[in-house]
Nanobody, 116 residues
């Protein structure tokens, strides 16, 4: 079972930035693996924030387009989420997900709180 460990969460004021990291215990670089960041706010369903496929194609939730950037460093089995211009509505627990041909693994999540 692949282990995913997120880090980089914390408290930030509106307009600030954070970079989340997700380190996988196994390779994230193969044709069948998509890595994604999801988030879940209190009382809400978990939602996709951003994803990156093996070929580098990315997709983003409309609410974060232009503010967040997902990237991957295959040699380090790490996926990043650069979050800029953070808003209070970005407050949530952020989870990393690895999907390899339908085999799913989740990290434990990291809390992001945006408030003044």
């Amino acid at each position: 079972q692949v282990q995913l460990v997120e880090s980089g969460g914390g408290w930030v004021q509106p307009g600030g930035s954070l970079r989340l990291s997700c380190v996988a215990s196994a390779s994230i670089f193969n044709l069948y693996t998509t890595m994604g960041w999801y988030r879940q706010a209190p009382g809400k369903q978990r939602e996709l924030v951003a994803a990156i496929a093996a070929g580098g194609n990315t997709n983003y939730a409309s609410s974060v387009k232009g503010r967040f950037t997902i990237s991957r460093e295959n040699a380090k089995n790490t996926v990043y989420l650069q979050m800029n211009d953070l808003k209070p509505e970005d407050t949530a627990v952020y989870f990393c997900k690895r999907d390899t041909a339908g085999r799913i693994a989740w990290g434990q999540g990291t809390q992001v709180t945006v408030s003044s």
